[in-house]
């Protein structure tokens, strides 16, 4: 819906989409509305225009939101809500101090920068092997920490760049085997809802490397249970588990790079052959102990 030219001070009254499911506060791209919207979970609009220091005398308004409340459901499945509309007269009010605000802003940039270089460091010595594995984590974790807590006080600060910032080296972190891909995933999440298209642009880029990390997260797990299943002599179950982990990432695995899973999947299927081929479990499970 495209609601044309709505000026600051006037009212905004969009009604919910007929017949169309609730859970829309689920996923909303908030930081996109001006100030004096809310949102509400049955997908209306409502409210009065505010000033919004944050960005010029006019602007472009494009709010999404998604509902997958009945995603299960074929009539109604995910269904997507866009209200587009173009705010005028944007201008600080009378007592407000602009100059104020934009050293508030260049402050709060400048110690959000300090943290992005203090963590690149800590990474660069890592790589020069010049900084421990466990004193790496620390000092990232703790510069990591002292960023969210910034942006939780400045959550619109440069339009959403540190939010991107804050899952990518999460993601670093994460390469240093600390699971922390709900964190990145969270922090790339929160980038998507701001207008910025370059800041979008790099946090769709960085959920791609997420997914394949889910991936490969998920091989290593396959690939522990394929292992356990070998211990409990089930070797056929474990020949079929530890196929479809090497499946998942062409038998990489998280922080299993030596060609393991296909290592156990050869070992349960020389198994599996003696087994059929008459050998007993005892000949099996010398096989076994010999692989």
């Given amino acids: 819906a495209d609601l044309g030219v709505v000026r600051v001070g006037t009212s905004v009254s969009h009604p919910a989409p007929e ?33 919004d220091p944050y960005r010029p005398a006019s602007y472009r308004v494009e709010f999404v939101a998604v509902s997958t409340a009945q995603w299960d459901i074929a009539e109604v499945g995910i ?104 964190e990145c995933e969270l922090y790339f999440g929160q980038a998507l809802m701001f207008p910025d298209a370059t800041v979008r642009s ?33 070797w056929s179950l474990a020949a079929e588990t530890l196929r479809l982990a090497a499946d998942k990432k062409d038998g990489w695995g998280w922080g299993v790079n030596h060609g393991d899973i296909w290592i156990a999947e050869a070992t349960a299927r020389i198994v599996v052959g003696a087994e059929r081929a008459g050998g007993g479990a005892d000949a099996a499970r010398e096989l076994a102990e010999a692989a």
């Avoid at 800590?122 to 004193?135: G, I, K, S, V």
């Avoid at 939010?163 to 085997?177: I, P, Q, S």
């Avoid at 490969?216 to 299943?229: I, K, N, P, T, V």
């Fill in 202 to 234: 790099r946090a769709e880029q960085n959920l791609e490397g997420c997914y394949n990390k889910r991936l490969l997260e998920a091989a290593r797990f396959m690939w522990m249970d394929g292992c356990s299943q070998m211990m409990r002599d089930e």
């Fill in 19 to 51: 017949r169309s499911p609730w859970g829309f506060a689920r996923c909303p791209t908030l930081p996109r509305l001006p100030p004096g919207l809310a949102f509400s979970d049955d997908g209306s609009l409502s409210g009065t225009v505010r000033f």
């Fill in 79 to 182: 269904v997507r809500l866009e209200i587009a509309f173009q705010v005028e007269a944007n201008v600080a009010p009378p007592g407000f101090d602009r100059q104020a605000f934009d050293r508030e802003q260049q402050r709060a940039s400048a110690e959000a920068s300090q943290l992005l270089e203090d963590i690149w460091s800590a990474w660069d010595l890592y790589e020069r092997q010049e900084l421990a594995h466990a004193e790496t984590i620390k000092r990232m974790t703790a510069c990591l920490h002292e960023l969210r807590t910034l942006l939780e006080q400045y959550p619109r600060l440069q339009g959403g760049k540190f939010w991107a910032e804050l899952g990518g080296f999460h993601m670093n972190v994460h390469k240093l085997m600390e699971n922390k891909l709900f």
